[in-house]
């Protein structure tokens, strides 16, 4: 809505705000009546997919049988979903500092309200993730979220060859990082046993 003008930035973090604090609610005090809706609501969408062609084969029997057990789930416990839920709000605020910095640091000064309603469409590109490291996917999703922001084509280009080389980088240090710690582990352990 944001996007298409219709909110205002603080509207937009009030109406997260509040969405949030009434799904941390409903998880918590009304967990029942979320995993019945829940359930319903896979139960409906599995109906769905057993009417569409290309994927009537993906909607087994076996699924509906496990939506019927959805409630003895461990993890929709009350103590795993208040933790659950707090560590997703805590992903959402680390990776939106990340690409804050990112934009910062590249002298791109990227909105922090671009970024927050950024990423949920970019992430949801994810999904459809074809490619080896979703190379190009997220990407995509970035450009199309700054073209309807009409962000300049340049600030567009900076940030995605940017968000890309920071993963590359960032992921291949800590390969390096865990590769060569173990070693030297393996090697201590070795020399330890004779």
């Known amino acids: 809505l944001y996007i298409f003008n219709f909110l205002t930035s603080r509207a937009v973090f009030v109406i997260t705000a509040l969405a949030f604090t009434i799904l941390f609610l409903l998880f918590i005090f009304k967990n029942t009546l979320v995993i019945s809706i829940l359930k319903r609501l896979l139960r409906s969408l599995l109906l769905m ?22 409630d003895k789930f461990i993890l929709l416990k009350k103590n795993a979903l208040f933790i659950l839920l707090l560590l997703t709000l805590l992903k959402y605020i680390f990776l939106l500092t990340r690409l804050y910095f ?54 567009i280009t900076t940030f995605l060859i940017g968000q890309r080389a920071y993963l590359f980088i960032f992921t291949g240090a800590i390969f390096i990082a865990t590769y060569l710690i173990s070693g030297i582990k393996k090697a201590a352990s070795h020399r330890d046993s004779f």
Do not use: C, D, H, M
């Not at 997919?49 to 959805?70: C, D, H, M, T, V």
């Not at 990227?110 to 590109?125: E, N």
């Open 49 to 70: 997919a057993q009417k569409i062609p290309g994927i009537k084969r993906l909607a087994k029997e076996s699924y509906f049988e496990k939506i019927n057990n959805l």
């Open 102 to 155: 990112l934009s910062q640091a590249l002298s791109l000064n990227i909105p922090l309200i671009v970024l927050f309603v950024g990423i949920p469409v970019a992430q949801l590109s994810l999904l459809f993730s074809i490619t080896p490291g979703a190379l190009g996917i997220l990407e995509g999703g970035w450009y199309i979220v700054f073209l309807l922001l009409s962000l300049p084509q340049e600030k």
